[in-house]
């Protein structure tokens, strides 16, 4: 049995972990912003890109880590 065949993951695998990281990354970036201080409302903590786009964008990238975990590496025979 060689080295390759005692791993769970193939290279793909791996690509696609790397995909949804940046995925939930992107979303995490999506959610920052300025912030509201006790002597001024900042009325962006309400935009649609923080409170609907960037959650969406990071829920697609959890689902696609999860395809890439649970993706079986194809034999090569």
């Known amino acids: 049995m060689s080295e390759k065949q005692k791993s769970a993951f193939d290279k793909m695998n791996f690509i696609?972990?790397?995909i949804g990281m940046v995925i939930i990354i992107i979303g995490l970036l999506l959610m920052?912003?300025?912030s509201s201080t006790e002597t001024?409302?900042?009325?962006d903590i309400f935009s649609v890109?923080?409170?609907k786009v960037a959650p969406v964008v990071c829920f697609f990238g959890f689902i696609f880590m999860i395809y890439a975990v649970m993706r079986k590496p194809k034999d090569k025979k």
């Open 16 to 18: 696609l972990l790397g």
């Open 32 to 34: 920052t912003g300025p």
């Open 49 to 51: 890109r923080r409170i």
């Open 40 to 43: 001024m409302f900042e009325p």
